[in-house]
């Protein structure tokens, strides 16, 4: 099997959903010529044409709100936000129109689009571009929400986000495109919905999203040397969450730690702790449920502050290492 | 808000302290780095200072105690701050266990208390009560049975290696209970029911009184001895001493018809025929086989009559009409060793007689010399409503009599 990028990945996943389906087409700031802001779209816009890969002026809201309207009129479109920062920009759109409207007309309008976004720290991108938003988002009903963390899965689910009928938010974290992983060749859709479990193991169970499984992987590593054996679940689909698989993990293990890129408070990770205290696995903790998450601060622009600012492999080391004191 | 006091980790190698000495007490205003109390480590005594300014308002440990590294001790306040004690005493009592330790403690019947826990801040975790219960070792029958009655296997002490049996567990169980609670409760049915009927309402109607004599028995041996081979010939029965006791009580009882009489309802009933029930007991009670008209017939019949009606009871098949219309009833436990004992009248029937073993005994004799004897005591039990002692007296003496020679019971 060939390894590629996540960023190539992502980009054959796009272009193969072009070919199969003429109504999907892409829209956002520079992602023609310049092939967006990280390239994403490089060279589609000469295979497509500008009618299927459209250039627009720095407007999010707009972006958005002609992703929903061509959405309702039958298209397939995939949205690019230059940085998941500028999505408060698009709010209106997405999570009062977007998510809202096929529910409000019973079912008889659909809104099939992807919101594709770039999200994270650890470029030097400083607070204005460098937020981690899938929890804001995973809290809007009406909305599904994505985060895959290898190329395999970012493939695999940007098919299953376009072919989705309902409005999907797609967060592709920045230091994963350059990660590499490998891609089989040709069309295969992975389930939205669905977890992962990206590591076996009978010590504890790690729920990691995004950037995170990638760095909980490297921890597992370590921690394999002191004979300390980690399962890895990535969540993948943040909403709906796969709450099944976490808790199947939990059962065996009785210890997890949840590591996640976005602010501690009122996160994601809050979350999936409530909902395993709230399961059958409470029977089965033998230790107190650990969240390791990025700080309540906004990102540091200094790049050592930047680096501690959200859960690094070390730090991951030393949760696992507490828990299992 | 209040500061809470816990056991310092005084050594790398420190799980637990001995409080040896509190230096303050309750309610005493305390200063931040003034000495609290002394503590005893595993290596070393070292007083503890004060980690904070305010009120030392509770105590936890007494002094002497062994308390976990990380356990609070005391409660220090600031001055005139709330403090509920009484809640604090709860969470101290609480003892610290994951979910999965308690899930596995429940599941296998293992008290909390019993573990020494190893997780952080003094937590039992799962490790502890599976270490715990590795150490418990049961027979499957054992577990079933400690986790139906509720039983902790881990409270079953036994010896390094052994394995705690069905036997340790019903003991301990047995030890659980109260003297109320160690018994088996049966309904009183069937003929059990009959006979503690019969007998509490012999015992409330007829006044009894006892007469007891001895039997010289010498002569009854010999006729035995003389007659049981021939009877065998005949029946194919072994003539028993019973079948000669029923025969002699039968004949002394139409020379007394008083004693083979009834009281029924305001009358005194005279039975014409002499019927001599049998005690015979079986597992279930007792049951009274009836040898009718005894003193109409020969040995060889009683002696027949009586082997076929024992077998009928032993196999449960006697029929009301082997066991009804007695008039008077033997009971021997001569066979059980017994000497001498007093029945219980078998209602309507009016006397019973009681025999107990033939023991060789020395007995003066009339010349004074001193003979063994075979010796048997008889003891006739009566309804003082219809017998008087002189009549007992005399139906006994000619039992005896009989007994003693027994050509008469041919007469």
Redesign the interface.
């Known amino acids: 099997m060939a390894e590629k990028l996540y960023i190539e990945a992502l980009r054959e996943g796009l272009r193969e959903e072009m070919l199969r389906d003429e109504r999907v087409f892409l829209i956002g700031e520079d992602i023609g010529i310049y092939g967006g802001a990280f390239g994403v779209t490089k060279g589609l816009v000469q295979e497509f044409g500008e009618e299927r890969v459209i250039d627009t002026p720095i407007s999010e809201q707009a972006i958005t709100g002609i992703g929903v309207g061509a959405a309702l009129c039958g298209l397939r479109p995939v949205v690019e936000i230059m940085f998941s920062d500028f999505t408060t920009l698009a709010m209106e759109q997405l999570v009062n129109q977007g998510a809202k409207i096929r529910y409000m007309f019973g079912g008889k309008a659909k809104v099939p689009m992807v919101l594709r976004t770039p999200m994270g720290s650890g470029t030097g991108a400083a607070a204005q571009h460098s937020q981690s938003f899938p929890a804001v988002f995973a809290h809007f009903p009406g909305l599904k929400v994505v985060m895959p963390s290898t190329p395999y899965d970012v493939k695999g689910l940007i098919k299953a986000a376009i072919r989705d009928d309902n409005p999907v938010v797609f967060f592709e974290h920045k230091l994963l495109y350059r990660v590499k992983g490998e891609v089989p060749e040709g069309d295969y859709v992975l389930p939205l919905g669905k977890a992962d479990v990206k590591r076996k193991g009978k010590d504890i169970t790690i729920v990691a999203g995004s950037i995170m499984v990638i760095r909980a992987m490297e921890a597992a590593k370590e921690l394999e040397k002191e004979g300390i054996d980690v399962e890895i679940i990535d969540p993948m689909t943040l909403k709906p969450l796969d709450m099944e698989t976490i808790i199947k993990s939990i059962k065996r293990t009785g210890r997890v730690l949840i590591v996640e890129d976005d602010p501690k408070s009122f996160g994601w990770g809050a979350e999936v702790a409530a909902g395993i205290i709230e399961s059958e696995a409470f029977d089965y903790l033998d230790a107190p449920v650990k969240r390791l998450a990025g700080k309540d601060i906004p990102i540091p622009y200094n790049p050592n502050l930047e680096r501690h600012a959200v859960p690094q492999v070390e730090d991951i080391v030393k949760a696992v290492k507490e828990i299992l004191r | 808000m209040a500061f809470e006091v816990k056991m310092p980790k005084l050594g790398t190698t420190m799980t637990e302290g001995t409080i040896i000495r509190w230096l303050k007490k309750e309610g005493d205003k305390v200063e931040k780095g003034e000495p609290l109390l002394e503590i005893q480590t595993d290596k070393v005594n070292l007083e503890e200072e004060c980690p904070e300014s305010g009120i030392l308002r509770k105590i936890f440990f007494s002094e002497g105690q062994v308390v976990p590294v990380g356990e609070i001790i005391a409660v220090i306040t600031k001055e005139g701050e709330e403090y509920y004690a009484e809640a604090a005493d709860e969470k101290i009592n609480k003892i610290k266990a ?6 596995v403690a429940r599941e296998n019947n293992v008290d909390l208390k019993e573990i020494t826990p190893t ?2 801040e003094g937590r039992i ?3 502890d009560v599976l270490n715990y219960i590795e150490k418990i070792r049961a027979t499957p029958v054992a577990k079933k049975i400690a986790e139906e009655k509720g039983i902790e296997l881990s409270k079953i002490i036994k010896q390094e290696g052994e394995r705690i049996t069905k036997e340790d567990v019903l003991e301990k169980l047995k030890e659980s209970q109260t003297f109320e609670e160690r018994v088996k409760k049966i309904p009183l049915s069937g003929p059990r029911k009959i006979i503690a009927e019969k007998m509490k309402t012999s015992k409330q109607e007829a006044p009894h009184f006892y007469l007891t004599l001895s039997v010289d028995m010498t002569n009854v041996i010999k006729l035995r001895e003389s007659l049981s081979e021939k009877i065998e010939k005949i029946n194919g029965v072994k003539l028993s001493l019973n079948d000669i006791l029923i025969k002699a009580a039968a004949r002394a009882l139409r020379e007394f018809p008083i004693v083979n009489s009834s009281l029924e309802e305001g009358y005194i009933v005279y039975k014409e025929d002499v019927n001599i029930g049998l005690a015979v007991a079986l597992d279930e009670g007792l049951v009274v086989p009836v040898i009718r008209n005894a003193d109409k017939k020969g040995l060889s019949e009683i002696s027949k009559e009586s082997f076929e009606l024992i077998n009928k009871a032993r196999s449960g098949k006697l029929l009301p009409d082997d066991y009804q219309g007695g008039t008077f009833t033997i009971s021997n436990l001569g066979m059980f060793g017994i000497e001498e004992f007093k029945a219980v009248i078998n209602l309507p029937e009016s006397a019973i007689l009681a025999v107990g073993k033939i023991i060789k005994t020395p007995v003066v004799e009339e010349d004074d010399e001193i003979k063994i004897k075979p010796i048997m005591k008889l003891t006739l039990s009566c309804d003082h409503r219809i017998i008087d002692g002189v009549v007992g007296a005399k139906f006994l003496s000619r039992v005896k009599e009989i007994l003693e020679n027994p050509l008469e019971m041919l007469l």
């Open positions: 994951s979910p999965a330790a308690k899930r997780g952080p975790v799962e490790k």
